[in-house]
């Protein structure tokens, strides 16, 4: 338990240091969100002094950081400037969205990707093997937003199988259960392939590569000289080690799919968390930047949390360390 | 050897490739010779340039001779034309296809490539000197100083990359080519300084530095002399992979319109363009996006290639 401790401390830390720079990084970039109105020549030097006194921008910037701290920390994230409401309900809003993409991405490519990796590591040296081998460093080359265009260019306009933006048909509200079901699972399969392929083949490369160190072990040769069954060494006694890292991907690549791709949500017009980034970036929205840093910071810190501590759960060893 | 091979040969093409080529683009790639007649070809189009005799230049897409006269064919237009005032008739190709203001999409590409990839290795370059030095003055000092710099790579890494990037181009307002290679090299040392550290403490354990130390040599001389560059080894594998990273991150921000900016081409900004007219010019982003992912991959492969034994 000293272990799972140690690191939810560091993680806290480590949110608190990404707040801190956040803060700062604003503060130090050119004060813009007030521009249209300095430049109102009706305005009076007194009257910017009291819109500014009422962000509470005329007290020194320590005070800022630490009254904001302490909003923060209990959970105020402040108003949007450009959508009107408090930032929390932004976000929120738009989460539901980028855990509709993100979880069949995660699937996808984790599924495939283990059993890619799996496959290929039983079959190593083997032509399709060795072209597949290949075939997932391009995919893994493939730039996102290409991909994504690529998929819209020939399964949307040209085989008209996939509606190509969006995450509803325009009559949803009209639609039985059945068909709605049907028309999100239709609007879902090219962002969640785009989101989830270049994952996909990450996965299966280090799988297969675990895989093969596993194989290579002494134990696995005991096994063998024991006059085992290849299919019961390959699943019972290399399996199980060879997907332990594996496991640990799990944390790690959380943030790809439920932190909110601004690629895949910016090509097929999906209002999620990565719209709302490159929004408040657009915008100058400073509430809600530094909401979203916080907010996918987060995810990442989680993630990295999640990995740890599956991993001190499935290996002990790494506890003692 | 052989693996020393493969991976010069990669270089030397990119070499050859960041010299020479603006002389293999055989078209401008900003501005289009005609912006009517020759707008949105499909690949491997043919078309004519008719020079005339007082200097007047003239783009078809098919011409015949009939009777002394030149009747030509254009995009909109047909017409005839004496043949005694034709000059010079020249066959001009466009083998990726022309974009929507008639500009040759290869010379383009070519030309495009080649800010990819001088953003990519210069950023991978200050990255590496980056991660080496935090690395390295972590591993020597230890203690206190270690556990700051390690914390602070820690923040790094747990910040949204492409979110930081975009936060500060859009802030500062500044596209140039210096300001995105800065922006890219601080936001991927973090890798490298990590493995460096682990080198260095590694290293440091090790009997040949007992050896040396026996010697009398200062401990700074030892961390410079003889640990750095044992330590640095196995960071370099790193450097093709983070080029290949920058580029794709380059092409994302030039995709959502961060990056250079047109009418300048880069491989981000061509996708981007090509994606407003997506139906009628189908041909405009396969190009680009083939070559982002040829050259990501000849850096995955490279490191690839240097890991194994």
Known sequence: MGFVLKRLINSIFLSFGIATIVFFLIRLLPDVSFSDIYLNPRLSEDVIQRIRASYGLDKPVLIQFLNWLKEIITGNFGFSFIYRKPVIDCIIESFAPTLTIGIPAFIFSFGFGILIGVQSARNQGKLLERTTHSLLLVLYSLPTFWLGIILILLFSYTLELFPPSGLHSLNFNEMSLIEKIYDTILHIFLPAITLGTAPMAAIA?????????????????????????????????????????????????????????????????????????????????????????????????????????LYSILDPRIRLK | MKKQKKIFFVGFIITLYLIFADLITPFDPVISPDRENLSSLPP?????????????KLFVLDYRIQDSLIYYEQKFLSGKVEINKLRNVKTIFFIFGTDNLGRDVFSRTIYGGRFSLIIGILSSLFAFLIGVSIGAIS?????????????????????????????????????????????????????????????????????????????????????????????????LISIPLITGDVILTESILSFLGFGIQPPTPTWGNMISEAEKSLISTWWLPIFPGILISATVLAMNWISDVSQED
Not at chain 1, 245 to 250: G, I
Not at chain 2, 47 to 56: H, I, Q, R, S
């Open chain 2, 44 to 56: 491997f189009s043919k078309a004519y340039e008719l020079t005339f005799n007082d200097g007047g």
């Open chain 1, 205 to 309: 490369r280090f799988t297969r590569n675990t895989m093969l160190k596993v194989l290579s072990q002494t134990y696995i040769k005991t096994a063998k000289a024991k006059g085992l069954d290849e299919k019961i060494i390959f699943h019972r006694h290399a399996l199980p080690n060879a997907l332990l890292p594996v496991v640990t991907l799990f944390g790690l690549y959380l943030p790809i799919f439920f932190a909110g791709s601004v690629v895949v949500e910016e090509i097929f017009s999906i209002p999620g968390i990565g719209k709302l980034t490159v929004d408040s970036i657009f915008q100058r929205d400073y509430p809600l930047i530094v909401g979203v840093t916080l907010f996918v910071s987060f995810i990442v810190i989680v993630g990295n949390l999640i990995s740890d501590i």
């Open chain 2, 139 to 235: 591993g020597y000092f230890g203690g206190i100083v270690d556990k700051i710099l390690m914390r602070v790579t820690d923040v790094f890494l747990a910040f949204p990359k492409l979110f930081l990037v975009l936060a500060v181009i859009a802030f500062t307002q500044t596209q140039t080519i210096f300001s995105i290679i800065i922006i890219l090299s601080l936001l991927n040392w973090m890798g490298i300084a990590r493995l460096v550290r682990a080198e260095f403490l590694r290293l440091k354990e090790m009997e040949f530095i007992l050896a040396v130390e026996s010697i009398g040599l200062s401990s700074f001389k030892i961390a410079i002399k003889h640990i750095l560059p044992n330590a640095i080894t196995p960071a």
